[in-house]
């Protein structure tokens, strides 16, 4: 039986790249990734196999850049979810979201909760947008809560308490701009993910090239430890 691919997982990566390329300000390659995220998202869609497809939007270290990049795609990202919740409607999507939406502006943390509620019973497609989202911290939280329970520490239980876990094992991990790295993205669900790694900045990346990566996921062998 070939691979099924459920759980897409993106590292949208080299929108400042493909900006600078071109003489541009780094913030519209950030306005170009947008539309990738939804031509990507629409394709997922409608694609038999995938359910979930979660895009790394905005890392817990990507704080760190400058306030007036930052500020720009927290606007980008209302901006977006106020035009796209028409495309999340029409095609059956639900958003939804992992990461500490907290340190977020209380109007975006309401934005964001609002389309969730506006798309919860979709079921064409799950979009997990990660946002404010880190592996390793979130991985902490989790053992500090069943600490604090005194449950006893196994995968069976961690598992549960990771927040991102519930949209089940990654099967496609990619990452765009080259690099090849995971950023603290997804380290628990991605213990037996399909690893690829693309020059394609991602505001050139398109559907195209993920029913290339979906081809090649399907002629590999995943083993899971076996033989
Ligand atoms: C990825 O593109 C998007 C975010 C991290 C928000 P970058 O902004 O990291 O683009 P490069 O890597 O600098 O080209
Ligand atoms: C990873 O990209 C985070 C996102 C795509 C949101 P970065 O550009 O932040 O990663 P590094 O700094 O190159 O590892
Ligand atoms: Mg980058």
């Known amino acids: 039986m070939s691979n099924i691919a459920r759980h897409v997982a993106i590292i949208m990566d080299g929108n400042g790249r493909w900006a600078t390329e071109r003489g541009l300000k780094r913030v519209k390659g950030h306005e170009r990734g947008a539309e990738t ?30 306030k007036m990049e930052v500020d720009f795609l927290m606007r980008l990202l209302d901006n977006y979810l106020k035009n796209e919740t028409k495309t999340y409607i029409k095609h059956q999507i639900r958003f939804e979201t992992i990461g500490d939406l907290s340190r977020f ?62 949209f089940g094992p990654v099967d496609i991990l990619i990452r765009t701009g080259g690099d090849q790295r995971l950023s603290n993205f997804l380290l628990w669900q991605s213990a037996y993910a399909e690893l690829f790694f693309t020059p394609t900045l991602w505001p050139d990346f398109d559907p195209d090239e993920l029913e290339t990566i979906i081809a090649e996921f399907k002629t590999r062998t995943r083993r899971f430890g076996g033989i």
């Open 105 to 166: 502006s209380s109007a975006l943390q309401r934005r964001i909760a609002a389309v969730k509620e506006e798309t919860k019973g979709f079921k064409r497609l799950t979009q997990v947008l990660a946002l404010n989202y880190g592996s390793q911290d979130e991985i902490a939280r989790a053992a500090a809560q069943l600490c604090r329970s005194g449950e006893a520490i196994s995968v069976e239980t961690l598992g549960r308490r990771i927040e991102s876990a519930r």
């Open 37 to 66: 995220v939804r031509t990507v998202t629409t394709f997922a869609s409608n694609h038999p196999e995938i359910e979930v497809l979660t895009l790394y939007a905005f890392s817990t270290e990507n704080w760190r850049r400058p």
